[in-house]
């Protein structure tokens, strides 16, 4: 019972002072649980003290990183943008507008368990589990540029030795930050909370990762339980997993103000950012900014659409620059109308390849040849087609036959 004022006054200096009076590894242990395995030491990473940490690394032993202190810079606290892009993204604008209310979900406290799990609940509720394509394909584009160059330099350290990288998020649901850990940083396991299942829709509930812990920890046992912690946070030390961390290397909020973002020149491959409904960071303001607007949008799009479609493109294309549309044409003089015929069997036309998957991209090669184009698509809705200000769609139906 004494050593709980003492562990208090620790904590309560090291948040104000960002300094950390003697701490020995019992005390360490109480803050944890009385009865838990403990790290048998406890450093702080700053200049001074980033020799030995690479040394420990080159041991090749397991490293448990932190990912929210550790691998993600202090800019991206705020998760709010993170949880939109799956509303809007996976969900929709409905998702989104719901999800809008964060100013009441931010009076439950910026970095709360609660206003996390209320956003997770908002984002995901209703989503097919099956089909839940954001985390590989949009979110991992706007984590890469929150990663930290120091965390990214310890992951990178600790694969070069040879040691597996145990990634920990306290805070995000696992599914969000999966794609980014194994796809684009190489980690072996991720551990974090679950998203609720039922009758294949997520329920918006997240669930404890009790089961993943322990492999985790018995893994870690079997390779002689020597694993390195690297965290940014105190907040850490009361996860499960801090408990098979022999060391743990702390960085001080002082020492994470100081960290840069990890240069796109050394990313370890490159980002393929699918396209999606949105290319701006979604952040409470922006995203506000983006519903007053689309009253607007939808009538200006409607008058546009009305150009497209009943006025020749010789004269639409004026028109339409007129009410805000721009565009270049970079490859020189308009290719010419090569008429169909038959030669050696085959009929004769132009294709043009292009590097989107939405149907815009046929929409300005169109305005660009001041001709209409068939577009192919696997899959459209009749709405589409019908509004469509391009020539007659072909579907494919993965058919070689029949696409043929």
């Known amino acids: 019972m004494a050593k709980k004022p003492k562990l208090f006054s620790a904590l309560l200096s090291f948040l104000l002072h960002g300094t950390r009076p003697p701490i020995s590894s019992r005390v360490t242990a109480t803050a944890m649980t009385e009865s838990s395995p403990h790290p048998s030491s406890l450093h702080h990473l700053g200049r001074s003290s980033h020799p ?85 394909a949009v979110l991992p584009k706007w984590f890469m540029e929150d990663v930290a160059a120091e965390g990214f330099e310890a992951m990178r350290m600790s694969g070069a030795a040879g040691g597996r990288r145990v990634c920990v998020t306290r805070r995000l649901p696992r599914v969000m930050v999966e794609g980014l850990l194994r796809d684009y940083l190489g980690t072996e396991a991720v551990v974090g909370k679950e998203m609720k299942v039922l009758w294949g829709f997520y329920t918006g509930l997240m669930a404890e990762e009790d089961e993943v812990v322990l492999v985790e920890e018995k893994k870690i046992m ?38 840069q973002a990890l240069p796109r020149s050394k990313y370890p491959k490159a980002v393929v950012f699918h396209d999606g409904r949105l290319a701006f960071r979604p952040t409470a303001g922006s995203t506000l900014a983006m519903f007053m607007w689309l009253p ?10 009305t150009v497209a479609l009943t006025v020749p493109y010789r004269y639409s294309t004026p028109i339409l620059a007129a009410t805000g549309m721009s565009w270049r044409l970079k490859a020189g003089d308009r290719p010419p109308l090569q008429t169909a015929g038959v030669e050696r069997g085959c009929r004769r036309g132009q294709l043009f390849v292009c ?33 469509s200000p391009i020539g007659r769609t072909v579907r494919l139906t993965r058919d070689r036959d029949a696409d043929g």
Do not use: Q
């Open 296 to 305: 607007f949008s939808v009538a200006l799009a409607s008058a546009r659409l």
């Open 52 to 136: 030995p940490m690479a040394e420990k690394i080159a041991a090749g032993r397991t490293l448990v990183l932190d990912v929210d202190a550790a691998l993600l810079l202090r800019s991206s606290s705020s998760l709010f943008p993170y949880f939109m892009l799956v509303a809007l993204e996976a969900g929709g604008y409905l998702l989104g507008l719901v999800l809008l209310l964060y100013p009441i979900i931010l009076s439950m406290g910026r970095a709360s368990d609660v206003a996390v799990r209320v956003m997770a609940m908002v984002a995901f509720c209703g989503l097919r589990a099956s089909r839940f394509r954001a985390g590989r």
């Open 355 to 387: 590097n989107h998957r939405t149907l815009l991209d046929p929409v300005y090669v169109s305005v660009a040849l001041d001709r209409p184009v068939r577009a192919v698509s696997y899959s459209l809705s009749r709405l589409s087609e019908l509004i």
């Open 222 to 259: 079997a390779e002689g339980d020597d694993a390195l912690g690297f965290c940014g946070s105190l907040e850490f030390l009361l996860h499960p997993l801090s408990r098979s961390c022999k060391d743990i290397y702390l960085a001080t909020r002082g020492d994470r103000a100081t960290w």
